[in-house]
């Protein structure tokens, strides 16, 4: 039957099609596999996922967040479950705020995504304890992910809860859901062996109690060679190119392809270059892979206490191609954007097609897909870390840049290389801002900033928690109810000692199982130590201030996030091990086995003073000169929201350590802990040849966090109630917010770069007139008020530091200031018409544009 507009509707047409696009999202759909791909519905397909885990950012952003994966040319959310932050206490569930899994789920599904869900639960993850709740080590006789009874019980009833409220929501694909991926543990496989005879049975028992819940959606285990089937083995690295499945009928995925690194408080900070990410990503298409996972896509932040480690940053930014503020990192996000593109047009041909694997010549290959139909795609690749190298291929040369893979979806025409970088990229700036005295707290808003303070006791506040010989275990002792737990003790000093005669200071050594101290004598802080992302334990050797008679000793000692990751990671300790006085008349002092009183937490937490209903707990002292360089204390404003809608972060360039909150939500620690200056660093990063996460750092000497992000949607307009406890001393009026702005625009492009046929006209690629042209593109609501940079040659640097090379067209910035000065966005083409005839000959030129949007 044929439709025309005269052909009329029968009622049960319309209330097919009315049935039809109202209720599609609850169609079941069926999730199968085999060797090539995922199939569903009777489809194969092709897909590209990304990381985003719904507690690293808050519910207001998450709708941002998944659509700017969707325009990045993104399929598939993929998201870990985070047992430790849904089961608070044995059976006592939290599925609110943050942690309402879902509305994330619901999210995705409405933007007409899939999902992956990792359940775990365990996770690694950077995450505190890995993801697994603290109780659980304290359950007897548990030992984590083991053939342990009691991990096994709760781990399974945590996932039943988790399967079978996905299922209440009709969530899985199975039901019409978006989930069409589920999996069990977290690289198992690498640490199997580790638990002996525990290992394989529980690894196997992981799957079977999967398989039996029956979801209806296939299960993976990442890095688990001996997955049974039909459970898929899946791979994490930087490249999983030459990964196999453990048997011939599953299919190639990559669950984490670590498009960045994170960050530990007191390092420099890794940088994986785009072209190397799209290389890795191109050679797993190449060689067969059908499911690719970015981890992250969007790191965003370990609120609170939630970061694991130890001494992972509050920010798990991990220079994903979403920043951590949920803005696109540019010109990560927008070169993997045209990857992407460039993939999905070989997509019939890749899944349908026969490979056909061609030596081109030493380090060169080429992967050629031919479908039924006749349709070819091709890849070639040249995997030399060093020499740029022409190929030919069909009887067509091609110029393949080392470490590359041109993509040719119709075995003709390269649409895209992954050395060349065409996207335009953004220069963004953290702007300050002071805090701005709260409106409503005051009758003309002129007035200086009030601050309230409030200090702690260095040592017990009001009774010790218990006393007890000897120095015990830090973590045994909180189970992470708080980072902070008090070891004080206290020592008698006769006047005859030879160091008060002398004057000089006895020597205080403490050695420990890491992770931070502070040390105070008789209510002075007399020095810190702490450990660092490769040696946690520190050891403490400095002098101290005794006088004559009884003298406090009071070491706050902190753990900084806990281990997340490891065999037998739970059993981990912190805390103190020795503490020894030297300088006595009669030698050294080992008080390691004095009697010690302990209390766990500081007075300020316990009362909540850092949230609306706790603050009046305790007497603040009113103040618009807060004192500075006091440790131990506790600092709170009232504020009004920083001016417009752009992202924020509160600086703490010039505190010390410790906890910030906003109005009772947890922002987390705080530590503007700096590299060292003789750390080595690079100015550009070679992305040629293989990445490792030492391998591009930058910040030396700098910290390692300076802005921690504070969600827009924790403010109010006005009375923001800012909390921050301090721990050694800063100078809180220098806390500022700051507002992260995109503050300028770069782009360049090189005369030879692939003319993708854009869907979007608004990329960089082929212009009008078939050249290579370079696009400018302000944010909503700005223009180009200032070219300040252009050059038409061989333009060196990077956005922001851009120089003129030794070909260079004078007349430059003049045709870029004439098309595009007062425009939101413009479109400059390397055409003759423009600049000229053949400037230098034989050499391949570019444009490099820097300009400023205002
Ligand atoms: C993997 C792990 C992830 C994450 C990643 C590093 O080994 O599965 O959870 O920890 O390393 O970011």
């Not at 099609?17 to 194969?44: E, H, M, P, W």
């Not at 393949?400 to 996207?423: E, Q, R, Y």
């Not at 160091?499 to 502070?518: M, T, Y």
Request: proline content about 6%.
């Amino acid at each position: 039957m044929k439709f025309s507009s005269t052909t009329p509707i029968t009622i049960p047409f319309v209330f097919f099609f009315f049935f039809f696009f109202f209720f599609k999202g609850s169609l079941a759909a069926n999730v199968t596999y085999d060797r090539r791909s995922l199939i569903i519905d009777g489809q194969r397909k092709l897909l590209i996922s990304a990381s985003i885990h719904y507690p690293r950012s808050v519910p207001g952003m998450w709708p941002g967040l998944v659509k700017t994966a969707k325009e990045g040319g993104i399929d598939v959310i993929e998201s870990y479950v985070f047992w430790n932050g849904h089961e608070l206490s044995p059976g006592k569930y939290y599925f609110g705020g943050r942690y309402d899994l879902v509305k994330f789920v619901k999210i995705v599904q409405q933007a007409g995504m899939y999902m992956i869900l990792r359940i775990g639960p365990f996770v690694a993850a950077e995450w505190n304890y890995g993801g697994v709740p603290v109780w659980l080590h304290y359950v007897p006789g548990t030992t984590f992910r083991t053939n342990s009874e009691p991990f096994k019980y709760h781990m399974q009833k945590f996932m039943t809860v988790i399967v079978n409220l996905m299922k209440q929501e009709k969530l899985f694909a199975s039901q019409g859901g978006p989930i069409i991926l589920a999996q069990v543990e977290n690289e198992y496989g690498d640490i199997e062996r580790v638990y002996g005879e525990g290992g394989k049975p529980y690894a196997m028992w992981a799957a079977s109690m999967a398989v039996s819940q029956n979801i209806g959606v296939p299960w993976i285990m990442c890095q688990q060679y001996d997955a049974p089937d039909p459970v898929i083995n899946t791979c994490n690295s930087f490249y999983c190119d030459q990964f196999q499945p453990n048997s011939p009928n599953k299919p190639k995925i990559w669950t984490e392809n670590w498009p960045g690194w994170f960050k530990t408080f007191g390092a420099r900070d890794p940088h994986r270059p785009p072209e190397d990410i799209a290389f890795a990503v191109a050679r797993f298409f190449q060689k067969g892979g059908s499911v690719q996972n970015y981890y992250m896509y969007h790191g965003g932040t370990n609120f609170g206490r939630t970061s694991g480690g130890p001494f992972i940053t509050t920010s798990y930014d991990y220079e994903a191609p979403i920043d951590e503020y949920g803005l696109p990192r540019l010109p990560k996000w927008g070169h993997l954007k045209e990857l992407h593109r460039a993939i999905k047009l070989c997509e019939h041909a890749l899944l349908n097609g026969e490979p056909t694997n061609l030596s081109l010549g030493p380090s060169l290959e080429a992967d050629v897909y031919t479908d039924s139909s006749g349709a070819c795609a091709a890849f070639l690749a040249n995997t030399d870390d060093k020499n740029d190298k022409t190929v030919e291929f069909r009887n067509v040369s091609y110029q393949l840049p080392a470490w590359s893979v041109s993509i040719l979806p119709d075995c003709k025409n390269v649409v895209f290389n992954t050395a060349k970088v065409g996207s335009h990229t953004s220069k963004v700036e953290m702007v300050p801002e002071n805090l701005q005295p709260s409106m409503a707290s005051l009758d003309q808003g002129l007035e200086r900033l009030q601050w309230q303070v409030f200090k702690e006791n260095a040592g017990i506040w009001e009774v010790a928690d218990f006393v007890k010989k000897g120095l015990v275990d830090h973590i045994n002792t909180t189970k992470d109810t708080t980072d902070y737990l008090w070891y004080t003790t206290s020592l008698h000093v006769s006047e005859d000692e030879e160091f008060l005669k002398k004057g000089s200071s006895p020597v205080l050594l403490i050695e420990s199982k890491g992770h931070a101290l502070h040390v105070f004598v008789n209510q002075e802080l007399q020095g810190s130590a702490s450990g660092n992302g490769s040696h946690f334990a520190y050891n403490f050797k400095g002098p101290i201030s005794l006088k004559a008679g009884k003298n406090d000793i009071a070491l706050l000692s902190m753990t900084v996030g806990l281990q997340n990751a490891g065999p037998f990671y739970e059993w981990w300790g912190a805390g103190l091990t020795n503490v020894k006085i030297m300088g006595f008349n009669n030698g050294t002092l080992d008080l390691s086995s004095s009697s010690w009183s302990y209390k766990i937490g500081l007075q300020g937490e316990k009362l909540g003073i850092y949230k609306p209903d706790g603050s009046a707990a305790v007497n603040w002292t009113s103040t618009s000169e807060p004192p500075k360089n006091q440790p131990l204390t506790w600092y709170k404003a009232v504020v009004d929201s920083p001016a417009g809608d752009e992202p924020v972060g509160l600086d703490m360039l010039h505190m010390g350590k410790g906890l910030a909150w906003l109005n009772g939500e947890e922002i987390g620690r705080y530590w503007p802990r700096k590299s060292s200056v003789h750390d080595k660093c690079v100015q550009e990063c070679d992305y040629r040849g293989k990445f490792f996460p030492d391998k591009c750092l930058t910040g030396c000497g700098k910290p390692t966090q300076r802005w921690y992000h504070v969600p827009r949607s924790w403010f109010k307009p006005s009375g923001n109630v800012l909390v921050i406890f301090e721990e050694k001393g800063g100078d809180p009026t220098k806390i500022q917010f700051s507002k992260r702005i995109f503050s300028g625009v770069c782009s360049s492009i090189a005369e030879d770069y692939p003319l993708v046929e854009h869907e979007f006209p608004s990329e960089n690629g082929k212009g009008d007139n078939n050249v290579a042209t370079v696009l400018l593109k302000c944010p909503k609501n700005t223009h180009i008020s200032n070219v300040k940079f252009a050059s038409f040659g061989t333009p060196t640097g990077t956005c922001g530091s851009y120089s003129k090379g030794d070909c260079h067209d004078p007349n430059s910035s003049s045709v870029v200031e004439k098309v595009c000065l007062g425009k939101t966005e413009c479109a400059i083409e390397l055409s003759e018409e423009n600049f000229g005839k053949d400037l230098c000959p034989g050499i391949t030129k570019k444009l490099a544009v820097e300009a400023s949007c205002s």
